[in-house]
């Protein structure tokens, strides 16, 4: 039994500030939540805040091995498949130098507050197993989403696709795809089908800039972010520009939207309307993206988040919404629920607290010299 005492605890789906003992049996599951009670190993957390673990909710781990290369071309010049310089790097890349540069980002991802990762990881099977043996030891969690080079080789059929994705989902949680352009649309169609039908996540990047959007109502009269539901994707990444009816469209299917604006910052590719997506009720995740322009840092990214979206948007974004963000909302993508309450797994941080708002203290005031401690009852 372990007794987190004396804290401020963010309690339940809505983050509600209680101070109350946390008491988390041996199986790692929190058994009750009382001022009053306390049992086995106690961990003082006066003057802290007890808050779930942060999940980024997008990141390509494997860009780890280019940081900081490329600094200034374009986005197409430095991410787009198959041969922008990222995957020229990567293909270079011997196993060991890539496992050994994902270990290190798992670790910095562990240090900074993060329980749980979703990864767009490249190079097919090869390229799961790879990332699986670099954290094989490290108790984070990894929900992987694999990709096959074969999606955007031309000769490749609807069918083929199928069964390349049915082969790739059995070592992996789902699919991620580079963008909605990039492969053939019954290919794309069929990709999201088959991850619907076994249960597993269908994601994609959409409307990562401007042109992305224009482009595709050009050629189909129908915007990236529509072209993507439709197919059946249910969680969509970046939506930085949505246009025309695109707000309606989210509304009514309900996807999760990870926003990465450092990422769409560092690529000068604009401020994602998160606060629009809040007002109505359109959930939004974050992802520090690709590791080659940002350090995969839940604290640096809802700082810039918070500051970025009101600069741009008003002052219609809080520092509630942007943690809400970082922990329960990515958590939903993967049908997880990790808020603290009776009966939950143990996903835990406890940082020291700054300022009288929690939310703001966490969001405006701490880095990851603040974590006192991180419970993950998953790994007990
Ligand atoms: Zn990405």
Redesign the pocket.
């Known amino acids: 039994m372990i007794t987190i005492k004396n804290g401020l605890v963010l309690t339940g789906h809505t983050l509600k500030p209680i101070e109350t003992n946390v008491i988390i049996n041996d199986e790692g599951r929190i058994i009750k939540l009382s001022p009053n009670y306390e049992e086995g190993e106690i961990i003082d957390a006066t003057n802290c805040i007890v808050l779930p673990a942060f999940i980024n909710a997008?990141i390509?781990i494997g860009d780890s091995i280019s940081k900081d290369v490329g600094d200034g071309l374009t986005i197409q010049e430095l991410v787009e498949p198959p041969n922008g310089l990222k995957h020229q790097i990567l293909a270079k890349a011997s196993d060991q130098e890539l496992i050994n540069a994902m270990h290190e980002t798992a670790k910095e991802m562990l240090y900074s507050g993060t329980s749980t990762f979703i990864d767009?990881r490249e190079g097919g099977i090869k390229g799961i197993e790879l990332l699986k043996q670099a954290i094989y030891d490290l108790p984070i969690n990894a929900c992987i989403l694999g990709r096959s080079d074969k999606y955007y080789d031309p000769t490749t059929t609807p069918e083929e696709a199928r069964l390349i994705t049915r082969e790739l989902l059995q070592h992996c949680e789902g699919i991620g795809l580079s963008g909605v352009q990039d492969v053939d649309p019954e290919i794309m169609q069929q990709i999201a089908d088959v991850c619907n039908q076994e249960d597993k996540l269908a994601v994609i990047?959409v409307a990562e800039y401007y042109q992305l959007q224009e482009q595709s109502v050009q050629l189909t009269n129908q915007t990236e972010i529509e072209r993507a539901l439709k197919a059946g994707f249910t969680t969509l990444?970046h939506a930085t520009h949505p246009i025309l009816q695109d707000l309606e469209i989210m509304e009514a299917t309900s996807p999760v939207i990870v926003a990465?604006p450092r990422?769409n910052g560092m690529l000068s590719v604009g401020i994602p309307p998160v606060s629009a997506y809040v007002e109505n009720d359109i959930d939004v995740a974050l992802g520090t993206?690709?590791v080659m322009f940002n350090q995969p840092d839940m604290f640096r990214e809802m700082e810039y988040t918070l500051k970025a979206l009101r600069a741009s948007y008003k002052n219609k974004i809080t520092a509630y919404d942007v943690l809400k963000m970082a922990t329960i909302n990515g958590f939903k993508i993967l049908g997880k629920d990790i808020s603290i309450k009776e009966g939950n797994i143990s996903d835990i941080l406890i940082i020291k607290r700054k300022s009288d708002d929690p939310y703001l203290s966490i969001v405006n005031r701490s880095s990851s010299e603040d974590i006192i401690n991180f419970i993950m009852g998953n790994q007990m």
């Open positions: 997008h390509h767009f990047h990444v990465c990422s993206d690709n």
